[in-house]
């Protein structure tokens, strides 16, 4: 879906980008080493701002970041964590347009991931999980809906070939063309060493 996302853009349908949102949020961490901050290098910026900044280079074809703005705090999970629970980031590309990034670790009911682009001429919403999945009610429960969903009692979303939606199948088949092939991959190292840099400018503001 968000590849579709960018065709509006690069097609100029929806104008000159302004501003672009993402969040991913749920109300834990994959990995229990994302708690120690001594190992993981963060909080939630670390571990899910990197999506969101690269989100914004790749929908705009990497201009150079002008600033860089965040408020971390931890809300929920002082015990378990030195680090950030919720943040807000913001990222100012030159030529003016601004990406507004959402991450947590203190939503509940399972992965909520979304996005938006604001243009010119145009907007646009994108729902990951939730614009592909069965909202459903069961008072019994039932055995999967969607990634982190704690429970699958009352209300869900119970979503519909999730690893596809993630676009993991799709990404593990660029990989192995790259390598295959020896096509260019989209995405190299000095894309997560710039990611990387931003996430530090993230902490230090």
């Given at each position: 879906i968000?590849?579709?996302?960018k065709?509006f853009?690069?097609?100029?349908?929806?104008?000159?980008p302004?501003l672009?949102?993402?969040s991913e949020?749920n109300d834990w961490?994959?990995?229990?080493?994302?708690?120690?901050v001594?190992?993981s290098?963060g909080g939630?910026?670390?571990?899910?701002?990197?999506?969101a900044?690269?989100f914004?280079?790749?929908?705009?074809?990497?201009?150079?970041?002008?600033s860089?703005?965040?408020?971390?705090s931890?809300?929920?999970?002082?015990e378990?964590t030195?680090g950030?629970d919720?943040?807000l980031?913001?990222?100012e590309?030159e030529?003016?347009?601004?990406?507004?990034?959402?991450?947590?670790?203190t939503?509940?009911?399972?992965?909520?991931?979304r996005?938006?682009v604001?243009?010119?001429m145009?907007?646009?919403y994108?729902?990951?999980l939730?614009g592909?999945?069965?909202?459903?009610?069961?008072?019994?429960g039932y055995?999967?809906?969607?990634e982190?969903?704690?429970?699958?009692?009352?209300?869900?979303f119970?979503i519909?070939?999730?690893?596809?939606?993630?676009g993991?199948?799709q990404?593990?088949?660029?990989?192995?063309?790259?390598v295959?092939l020896?096509h260019?991959?989209s995405?190299?190292?000095?894309d997560?060493?710039?990611v990387?840099?931003?996430?530090?400018?993230?902490?230090?503001?």
């Amino acid at each position: 879906i968000y590849l579709w996302l960018k065709q509006f853009i690069d097609s100029g349908d929806l104008g000159t980008p302004s501003l672009f949102k993402q969040s991913e949020k749920n109300d834990w961490p994959h990995a229990d080493h994302f708690w120690d901050v001594d190992r993981s290098g963060g909080g939630v910026a670390m571990d899910m701002g990197c999506h969101a900044i690269e989100f914004f280079r790749w929908m705009l074809g990497r201009p150079p970041i002008k600033s860089v703005y965040a408020h971390l705090s931890r809300q929920v999970h002082q015990e378990k964590t030195r680090g950030d629970d919720n943040a807000l980031i913001i990222v100012e590309f030159e030529g003016g347009c601004v990406g507004l990034a959402e991450e947590s670790w203190t939503k509940h009911g399972g992965m909520d991931d979304r996005a938006e682009v604001h243009g010119s001429m145009g907007v646009a919403y994108a729902d990951l999980l939730h614009g592909h999945a069965i909202e459903t009610y069961s008072a019994v429960g039932y055995d999967y809906a969607v990634e982190k969903a704690g429970v699958t009692t009352g209300w869900t979303f119970s979503i519909y070939e999730e690893e596809w939606n993630y676009g993991f199948h799709q990404e593990m088949a660029h990989f192995v063309d790259a390598v295959r092939l020896n096509h260019p991959a989209s995405v190299t190292g000095e894309d997560g060493r710039a990611v990387l840099e931003t996430l530090f400018a993230v902490y230090q503001s």
